[in-house]
């Protein structure tokens, strides 16, 4: 048995579940008398919906199909080879839950020194090698082509990307190392790193190609037979590919450096998967591929028995996962047909809102305000947005006059909702204003008409207490922007029935937004957490930690934006207000800010000023704010922080505020961009021993988001 087919074993012991992709080959004679070829199709047996990823039985499968190509190039019985997958995917990658398996250093090495082994045989036959990505290619499904010297890409692709540091991982299997040997360090740099830091940036097949990645790029219609006949076309020498020569001096050390300040800026060194990936791409630059094989592999094997790469996959498996099977969620064949929207509100939120709901139900959408300076303000919104689009090319223009036809105002709410089947209001933050609107929709809208709250903080059941169906009444809070922000609480009141709940989540798929069910308590789940997370930060400040000791003691935990950066995109006076919800609820762990208030009154909506092209105190602040005497360090700081987010998570679960700790996580992910290195935060919180010093145990089981024992 060689030494590849030994790994291979001992690794799928581990993984008997693997979904395993299969490597068909079959030969055909090229075009244009070019000669005898051999392609091999990487194929799962299923759809386009599950696609092929790699386990170690896969790779197995694609070594014993390089057995046979290797024969037959060395017997001169074929002319070259490529390599391409089933329709509409390359292949993804590692099969993440088999990485997740995983539990010892060992095990790990041995899977990422198979699956050098075996694409690294692609380079090396007696024949050229080509890769055909027709679709889908991620991590390993990018790496398995790029040890090929040949590729081209399909027109069609949406999604080629590494993702691997976003998850905690780096580009484990040749990629660290070949991709700025072929494209150069900079742009290496920004596919490996940049785009995976930011939310997982994809690349199309036109960009593939501008990159250098691809040679040649070809409509989806008939993409595998003009890759072929590009392929006969360089067999027979008719066709030279042009590679520019790659910059091994300066420029590979500014790119390098350029990437730490990019994984600076987005983990504040808090995950070591970029850092990792840069030092392996620094060490490429004389070009020798073994010896970066070999960092890769080592960088691996740490990496997968970190904490961070468990949080990533847990993460990972919550958004592609419990994110389309929400927890609690009524049966959905009780939901009603929603054929038309009305919005209360026209402001930003409510003009949001609006140009969500058309756009994925395009269904006629009705806004009404208490003028209608207001509502042609907000239809201009909405219309203007439409036409952004259009100018984006990411719709027609047919499209865009259907959108912008079917989204009207009126100031009669009998007018615009007399045959709404689902009224949404985003008024003012204020419990008698959001009542006083409910009983004037109730009074016009169908009896079978959904009514939905987007409050940030106030109680469902208390807005639908004074209503004669108060059973329809469903919380349905978005986040801001609501373009970006994935998640959506749905809020179940007292009152509220099964089919008002199976139709807000029966929307809420619709709009492709993540729902989360959540009881009706005060402030939720997300501004809960966030507002105890921020109220600390605000104590500290208050009793005499300077501001910047404050900010800077979170930094470690790599998350989006500092404290007061957020609550300067959140606004001051929201921040004020459900701080002051949350005093009434919970005065013992709660406070309201001197400091946060006197901002406010004072008008102020930020607390920096960027005159200076990087963000400084405001003086004007500075001047507002009275501190006590005690200054903590950032440690000290940085510890009272996550023992009052431990202990409101562990409150939040008891009351049954969500029904598990991974709903929680899911909600930091999708609502907050909590960072997937934490696994939203209670992977991290047990991995610190914070769940335990303060609420006496974990937040998860051994391995759910950890090493398995």
């Not at 504040?268 to 970029?274: E, F, L, N, Y």
Request: net charge negative; with cysteine.
């Amino acid at each position: 048995m060689s030494n590849i087919a030994e790994l291979l074993k001992g690794a799928a012991e581990v993984f008997p579940d693997e979904v395993v992709t299969e490597a068909h080959v079959r030969h055909l004679d090229l075009p244009a008398g070019a000669g005898r070829f051999a392609l091999i199709t990487l194929d799962n047996g299923f759809d386009h919906t599950k696609p092929t990823s790699f386990g170690p039985q896969s790779l197995a499968r694609i070594d014993a199909a390089i057995d046979q190509v290797e024969k037959e190039a060395a017997e001169g019985t074929i002319v070259g080879a490529g390599i391409t997958g089933k329709p509409f995917v390359f292949a993804v990658g590692a099969d993440l839950k088999g990485v997740g398996l995983l539990s010892s250093r060992e095990e790990a090495a041995a899977v990422g020194r198979a699956g050098h082994d075996v694409f690294a045989r692609l380079g090396s036959l007696a024949v050229p090698t080509f890769a055909y990505y027709n679709g889908a290619a991620m991590g390993g499904g990018v790496e398995i082509g790029l040890h090929c010297q040949y590729r081209t890409v399909s027109a069609s692709i949406a999604a080629f990307s590494f993702p691997e540091v976003f998850l905690g991982l780096v580009p484990g299997w040749g990629g660290c190392a070949l991709l700025p040997n072929l494209i150069g360090a900079g742009p290496a740099v920004n596919v490996i790193i940049e785009n995976a830091l930011n939310q997982n940036r994809q690349l199309k097949g036109a960009q593939v190609l501008e990159l250098g990645i691809a040679d040649a790029l070809f409509e989806a219609a008939d993409f595998l037979e003009q890759s072929l006949a590009w392929t006969a076309a360089v067999l027979k020498g008719e066709l030279e590919v042009q590679r520019p020569e790659i910059d091994r001096g300066e420029a590979w050390d500014q790119a390098v450096e350029w990437g730490r300040a990019v994984a600076d800026s987005k983990v504040h060194g808090a995950a070591p998967a970029a850092y990792r990936a840069l030092d392996i791409i620094a060490q490429a630059k004389d070009g020798d591929l073994r010896a970066g094989f070999e960092a890769e592999t080592e960088a691996l094997a740490d990496l997968v028995m970190g904490g961070e790469l468990r949080s990533g996959i847990y993460a990972f498996n919550l958004v592609q996962g419990r994110a389309k099977r929400p927890a609690g969620a009524p049966d959905k064949n009780l939901a009603r047909p929603v054929n038309k929207v009305g919005v209360v509100g026209a402001g930003l939120m409510a003009s949001q809102l609006a140009l969500l709901f058309v756009r994925r139900l395009q269904v006629p959408v009705v806004l009404t305000d208490i003028d209608q300076e207001r509502i042609d303000k907000g239809v201009g919104y909405v219309h203007a947005e439409v036409d952004k689009l259009l100018g984006k090319g990411r719709i027609d223009q047919d499209t865009a006059n259907r959108l912008k036809g079917l989204v009207t105002g009126v100031l009669d709410k009998a007018e615009g909702f007399a045959d709404a089947d689902f009224v949404i209001e985003a008024v003012f933050e204020e419990m008698g204003v959001k009542q006083q609107v409910f009983a004037e929709v109730e009074a016009v809208v169908p009896r079978t008409a959904i009514l939905a709250t987007n409050t940030s903080s106030l109680s469902v059941g208390e807005m639908a207490s004074k209503l004669a169906h108060p059973e329809r009444v469903v919380g349905f809070h978005f986040f801001n922007p609501v373009a970006v922000l994935p998640l959506l609480e749905v809020v179940r009141g007292e009152a509220t029935d099964d089919a008002s709940l199976a139709t807000a989540f029966a929307v809420a798929k619709k709009l492709r937004k993540t729902a989360v069910l959540v009881k009706d308590a005060p402030a939720f789940v997300v501004n809960r957490i966030l507002t105890r997370f921020m109220g600390e930060i605000q104590n500290t400040i208050d009793e005499g930690t300077p501001v910047e000791v404050a900010e800077r003691a979170v930094e470690p935990l790599g998350l989006p934006m500092s404290p007061l950066v957020l609550l300067e995109l959140v606004g001051p006076a929201i921040g004020l207000h459900v701080s002051e919800t949350l005093h009434s609820a919970f005065p013992e762990r709660f406070t309201v800010s001197r400091n946060l208030r006197a901002v406010v009154e004072a008008g102020k909506r930020g607390f920096y000023t960027y005159d200076a092209g990087k963000p400084e105190l405001d003086p004007e602040i500075l001047a507002l704010m009275t501190q006590g005497d005690t200054a903590l360090t950032e440690e000290q700081v940085r510890t009272r922080v996550l023992d009052a987010i431990a202990q409101e998570i562990g409150l939040m679960l008891d009351e049954g505020v969500v029904a598990e700790a991974q709903d929680i996580d899911l909600c930091l992910i999708t609502g907050a961009g909590w960072p997937f290195h934490l696994g939203g935060i209670t992977p991290y919180l047990d991995r610190e021993g914070v769940s335990e010093r303060v609420n006496g145990r974990r937040f998860l089981a051994p391995g759910v988001a950890s090493v398995p024992a």
